[in-house]
């Protein structure tokens, strides 16, 4: 139950702020926004989204050798409340309307640079908080003991829930003030937070730091606290030299850059496992399946994270949102995604369990294939949903909830799929860089879906003529590597060797 609460009101946060991100970029300056055009909008959207999942990575590193799971969670908590209520604070600069001068120009300073110091933040927060709080979860239960999926199953809709709720509560809050729906998402953390601390002895016993005993071990953890400062001081000198203007940034061409290194970095690491790593030909060959479904993981992402970027833009710009003479704020749909997969969730799991007894049931690649071909085929609706906002014409919300169910079926194929598989092929020693890996993919995946979402937005009359094209394009791209897929699934299936 704490953790179920945590990680509700943790996912309330950041689904909250995400539904107003790159509507808030792109909304002009004189409606309170910050007046980005979509290439650059897009680009900070995917950087923030692939900081996220890449920083995954040293949070569980760092909680596993320094400050244990539970502080971990808690410390993130805090670190991403903060993020939050600083992305909050130019709201607060309008309250003051009345208030004293001094008082309304110190917080205008702040305006711009709160918004980057806020994401910042909340990339850091999250990377701490989320993969440690889903260990703990695993720490619940002895190993082999089936209610261990029944507890995580229990703890996803913890994450759905949170995930149904906040776009709708934040982008109600926000049509008063962009500034007010980010506080709001604030303020689910900090009740997350308060129930944590509350019912934080039911998780005693469990994910706690690591004990120091000997003299190596004092001088390990004083190394790491040193090399933690270290790299905390860096990143703030780097901060503020960039805040003050000594460097220029231009976000597109980072993203660009960040997406080739990850790229790199992820098959120079797989290519040095599979030669030197000292594995025997089976394992060799699983951690080749690895490296070719990265691949196909990062693509997956790559369509299904536009959700939050260019589909969130198609509902602010292209979709007729009035009902009974309210207009539906273009965040709410957002919910839609969550709102699928608290339905249909336990009938695909059901699914599977009715196709595997009749040894009927897809193989993991298969299943790859699925999620995505229904990717494709929900942007070959946003195809057509696109040629009637190009003719001039509102297209209806159902266009973007028939693409949002096709999407939420291929994730249900694919996402669960991936993370099962990567655990079974990770040879023994490997097993935590392999998921590692994995969530590289989906950090890839991430960034890759907001630089789309600068180039198939429609923000300008060139743009939106063009932006059926651009639906086209990434059908294709989709629906090809989803047979490309099928037609490799038997190979693959070989190289898994004794992995179903």
Known sequence: ?????????????????????????????????????????????????????????????????????????????????????????????????????????????LDSNSFFIGLILITIGTGLLKPNISSIVGQLYPAGSSKRDA???????????????APIACSTVATFDWHFGFGLAGLGMVFGLIQYRLTGSSLDG????????????????????????????????????????????????????????????????????????????????????????????????SGFEQAGSTLNLFAERFTNRNFLGFEIPAGYFQSVNSMFIIIFAPFFGALWVWLGKRN??????????????????????????AKIAASGD????????????????????LSPVGLSLVTKLAPARYGGQMMGIWFLSVSLGNLFAGLIAGEASGGSEEALAQMPDQYKLIVYTAVGAGILLLLLSKPIRKLMGNVH
Not at 94 to 101: D, E, H, R, T, Y
Not at 372 to 377: D, R, S
């Open 151 to 165: 507890g995580f199953s229990i703890f996803y809709m913890g994450i759905n829930i949170g995930a149904l709720v």
């Open 394 to 413: 509102l297209a209806a919300p159902t266009w973007l909830i028939f693409t949002y169910m096709l999407h939420t079926f291929g994730e249900l194929s």
């Open 360 to 385: 009927l049931e897809p193989s993991s690649p298969l299943k790859f294939a699925m999620g995505l071909l229904l990717l494709g085929m929900g942007f070959l609706v946003m195809y057509f949903a």
């Open 206 to 301: 469990y994910g706690e730091e690591i004990p120091v005993v000997t003299e190596t071990d004092k001088r390990e953890r004083e190394n790491l606290k040193k090399i933690l400062l270290g790299l905390g001081t860096i990143l703030l000198f780097l901060l503020a030299i960039i805040f003050l203007g000594y460097i220029p940034i231009n976000v597109s061409a980072i993203a660009g850059a960040s997406g080739t290194i990850i790229a790199i970095v992820a098959f120079v690491y797989l290519g040095y496992v599979i030669l030197f790593g000292g594995l025997e030909s089976d394992d060799k060959k699983k951690v080749g399946v690895i490296a070719i479904l990265f691949l196909f993981s990062a693509l997956f992402w």
């Open 1 to 109: 139950m704490t953790l179920f609460f945590t990680e509700m009101w943790e996912r309330f946060s950041y689904y909250g702020m995400r539904a107003l991100l790159i509507l808030f970029m792109t909304a002009a300056i004189a409606d309170g926004g910050m007046g980005f055009d979509d290439k650059t909008s897009g680009a900070i959207y995917g950087l923030y989204t692939m900081g996220v999942y890449l920083l995954a990575l040293p949070g569980g590193w760092f909680a596993d050798r320094l400050f244990g799971l539970k502080k971990s969670v808690w410390y993130g908590g805090i670190i991403i409340a903060l993020g939050h209520f600083t992305m909050a604070l130019p709201g607060l600069a309008n309250l003051l309307g009345g208030a004293s001068i001094e008082a309304r120009d110190t917080l205008s300073v």
